[in-house]
C-alpha cells in the first residue's frame, strides 16, 4: 500500500512527488515516457523561472531542478509506465499500468494527476480543404526541430498566435527556412508579450492579424492555403480570399487540458477550463484524488504550474492525515467580463489565503478586480492592466468569504 | 536628436509596454519593476538576447542536443552565432552546462549545454 500515486514525470507531476517525499510519504511517481521532464525538454528558450529562482532558466534546465529533487528524496520512479485504469474501492484506489514488461498493479491512499494537457488539432477547427501531408501542431513541430533537428518544410505558414507558435516561428527562423507567415483571428497575438516581442517583432516576421486559413490544399502534400480577412467576431469578409503557396502549415491553436482520465474516475469537469474542477488544496470532487499543473488550466508560466503542486502536497498531508474537514462549500465563478477562475470551490475554512487564478474576457487599462457575493462586493483590488492573454492571480482572505454560498470573480 | 521606440518588456510574462526615449541616456517608461526599467536601459542601446538552439549529438538518446548562449548577445549577432553553431558535432557523454563552444561568434560568450545525455550504445 503506498501514501501517493503521482501520474506524470513533468514540471508539476516532480514537483509534488518531491514534497510529498520530503513529508515522508511513500510516493510513486509514473511516467510513460523514458525519460522525467515532460514537455520541457523540447522547451529549449529560456524565460522558465524567473519567479521560482530569479533566474532566466531553458526547459530542461528548469526541468533538470525537480529531477534532481526527486532523485534526491525517496521516490519510487517508474518509467514507461502507462497508466491503463484507475479505480476507487473502499477508500483506496487501485492504478493498473502496462510497461514494455508487464501489466501491474498499485494500491494507494491517494492519487495525484500531473498529466497536462494535449494541443487541439485540425479536426477541432473549423478548416476546411483537402486533408494532404505537411499539416502540424506546434508542439509537434517544436518536438522535430528540438529532438531531432528536422525542420517541417521550407515555406511556413502558422495558424494561430499563441505562445507555442510564436516560440516555434522563432525555432523555424533561426534554423533558416525560407519564408514563414503568422496568422491569426486576434487583433493581437494571443500569447504573451514577451513572445511577441522576442519571436515575432525581435526578426521581422511577417505576421496578419484578423486572417484566417480557410482551406488547406493540395493533393498528397501541402501546396497552398486559402487565406481569408476576419471581422471582429471572426466571421470571414467575402472578396478577401487570397491563395498562398506553402509546404505546410502549423496549427497554434490551443491548448486543453487532458481531463478525460480524472472524468473516468468520476470527477467533474469545468466546462470553462476542461480541467478538473477542485478545491483550493487542488483536491477534484473525487476524494483523494488531486490535480496539479496544465491539468487544471493551461497556465502562461511553468512557475505558476509548478507552484499548484507545492498546495497540493499540502492538501495531499491534510487528507492523509484526516485532517480536510470540507466544512465550507462555497463556489467560486467567473463573472461577465472573466472567461475562467479556479480553484472553482473553496472547501475548508482552515487557512487563511489562497490563490485564486483568473483569465480576463476582455482588455482593460487599471481595472478594479472584484470578489463579490450577492451582488455585493466582498473584497476588491486595481489592476493596471488585464487582457486575455494574460493569466491574473489574487489572493483571497478566507474571513471574507464566510457564510457565502456562491462568489463571483469580476473584472470591471 | 532623441528617438522614441517602444517595446514589450520580456522580463517576466506579465510584458509591460515600454516607451523608450533614446538620447545620451535611456528614458524607459511604462515598466512596472526595476528589472523592467533595467531591460529598457538596456533595449535602448543594445538589445540583447539568449540563443537556443541545437547541435548534432553522437551515441546519445536524441540526435540533438539542445544548446544556449550561457548570457545574452546582441541581437545583431543572433544570426552569426547561429552560423557558428552550425554542423557543430558533440559526443555523448554531455553534462549540463559543459561548454560546447567557448567564444560564439566573436561574442565573447560560450554555448552551453542545456542538459545531461548519457551515452548510449
Given at each position: ?16 512527488s ?5 513529508k515522508?510519504?511513500?510516493v ?24 521560482l529562482?530569479?533566474e532566466?532558466?531553458?526547459?530542461p534546465?528548469?526541468?533538470d531542478?525537480?529531477?534532481s ?7 519510487d ?7 491503463r ?7 483506496l ?15 494507494a ?14 479536426f ?25 533537428g ?12 499563441g505562445d ?21 483571428p486576434?487583433?493581437f497575438?494571443?500569447?504573451?508579450p ?8 525581435d ?12 482551406d ?11 487565406l481569408?480577412?476576419v ?17 505546410s502549415?502549423i496549427?497554434?491553436?490551443?491548448l486543453v ?7 473516468d ?10 480541467g478538473?474542477?477542485i ?9 483523494g ?38 466544512d ?8 461577465d467580463n ?5 480553484p ?5 475554512r ?20 472584484e470578489?463579490m457575493s450577492?451582488?455585493?462586493v466582498l473584497e ?5 492592466y488585464?487582457?486575455?492573454?494574460i493569466?491574473?492571480e ?19 | 536628436?532623441?528617438d522614441?521606440?517602444e ?5 517576466c ?11 545620451e ?23 540583447k538576447r ?12 536524441w540526435?540533438?542536443?539542445?544548446v ?9 549577432k ?9 554542423g557543430f ?10 561548454v ?7 561574442t ?8 545531461d545525455?548519457?551515452k548510449?550504445?
Amino acid at each position: 500500500m503506498k501514501d501517493v500515486v503521482v501520474i506524470g514525470g513533468g514540471p508539476s507531476g516532480l514537483a509534488v512527488s518531491s514534497e510529498l517525499a520530503k513529508k515522508g510519504y511513500d510516493v510513486v511517481l509514473l511516467e510513460r515516457n523514458d525519460e522525467l521532464g515532460g514537455l520541457l525538454q523540447q522547451c529549449i528558450h529560456d524565460g522558465f523561472g524567473t519567479d521560482l529562482f530569479g533566474e532566466s532558466l531553458s526547459g530542461p534546465e528548469f526541468a533538470d531542478i525537480f529531477i534532481s529533487r526527486v532523485r534526491g528524496e525517496d521516490v519510487d520512479i517508474k518509467l514507461e509506465a502507462y497508466v491503463r485504469s484507475v479505480n476507487k474501492e473502499e477508500g483506496l484506489f487501485n492504478i493498473v499500468t502496462v510497461t514494455p514488461k508487464s501489466v501491474e498493479e498499485l494500491e494507494a491512499r491517494s492519487v495525484v494527476y500531473a498529466i497536462g494537457c494535449r494541443e487541439r488539432n485540425q479536426f477541432e477547427i473549423k478548416i476546411g480543404g483537402t486533408r494532404p501531408s505537411g499539416v502540424y501542431t506546434a508542439g509537434t513541430v517544436q518536438r522535430l526541430i528540438n529532438l531531432y533537428g528536422i525542420l517541417p518544410g521550407k515555406d511556413v505558414v502558422i495558424l494561430g498566435g499563441g505562445d507555442v507558435g510564436m516560440i516555434v516561428a522563432r525555432h523555424l527562423f533561426l534554423e533558416g527556412v525560407n519564408s514563414i507567415l503568422m496568422v491569426y483571428p486576434e487583433e493581437f497575438f494571443s500569447g504573451l508579450p514577451r513572445n511577441a516581442q522576442q519571436c515575432i517583432l525581435d526578426f521581422d516576421i511577417p505576421y496578419r492579424p484578423r486572417t484566417i486559413v480557410r482551406d488547406i490544399l493540395g493533393d498528397k502534400k501541402v501546396k497552398a492555403v486559402e487565406l481569408v480577412d476576419v471581422d471582429e467576431d471572426w466571421e470571414p469578409i467575402p472578396g478577401t480570399e487570397e491563395i498562398y503557396h506553402c509546404d505546410s502549415v502549423i496549427l497554434s491553436v490551443g491548448l486543453v487540458p487532458y481531463s478525460e482520465k480524472l472524468e473516468d474516475l468520476g470527477a467533474r469537469v469545468d466546462k470553462k477550463t476542461s480541467g478538473p474542477m477542485i478545491n483550493e488544496y487542488f483536491e477534484t470532487t473525487v476524494d483523494g484524488a488531486f490535480s496539479v499543473g496544465n491539468l487544471i488550466q493551461i497556465f502562461d508560466y511553468v512557475d505558476d504550474a509548478v507552484k499548484t503542486s507545492f498546495t497540493a502536497a499540502e492538501g495531499v498531508e491534510r487528507y492523509l492525515e484526516n485532517e480536510s474537514k470540507k466544512d465550507l462549500g462555497i463556489e467560486l465563478k467567473p463573472g461577465d467580463n472573466v472567461r475562467t477562475v479556479t480553484p472553482q470551490r473553496v472547501d475548508e475554512r482552515t487557512g487563511e489565503k489562497f490563490s485564486v487564478f483568473f483569465r480576463p474576457a476582455i482588455e482593460k487599462e487599471d481595472p478594479k478586480v472584484e470578489v463579490m457575493s450577492k451582488g455585493e462586493v466582498l473584497e476588491s483590488c486595481v489592476k493596471r492592466y488585464v487582457s486575455p492573454s494574460i493569466l491574473e492571480e489574487i489572493s483571497i482572505s478566507k474571513d471574507i468569504l464566510l457564510g457565502e454560498e456562491e462568489v463571483i470573480i469580476d473584472v470591471r | 536628436m532623441s528617438d522614441e521606440r517602444e517595446v514589450l518588456c520580456i522580463r517576466c510574462p506579465k510584458g509591460c509596454r515600454l516607451e523608450l526615449k533614446i538620447d545620451e541616456e535611456v528614458i524607459v517608461e511604462g515598466n512596472q519593476c526595476k528589472a523592467g526599467e533595467d531591460h529598457g536601459k538596456q533595449e535602448g542601446r543594445e538589445p540583447k538576447r539568449i540563443v537556443p538552439t541545437t547541435v548534432k549529438i553522437k551515441d546519445a538518446r536524441w540526435p540533438r542536443l539542445p544548446v544556449r548562449t550561457k548570457e545574452s548577445i546582441s541581437l545583431d549577432k543572433v544570426k552569426d552565432v547561429m552560423e557558428a553553431v552550425e554542423g557543430f558535432v558533440v559526443e555523448a557523454p554531455i553534462e549540463k552546462g559543459d561548454v560546447v563552444i567557448k567564444d560564439v561568434a566573436g561574442t565573447s560568450v560560450p554555448v552551453i549545454a542545456e542538459r545531461d545525455m548519457e551515452k548510449i550504445r
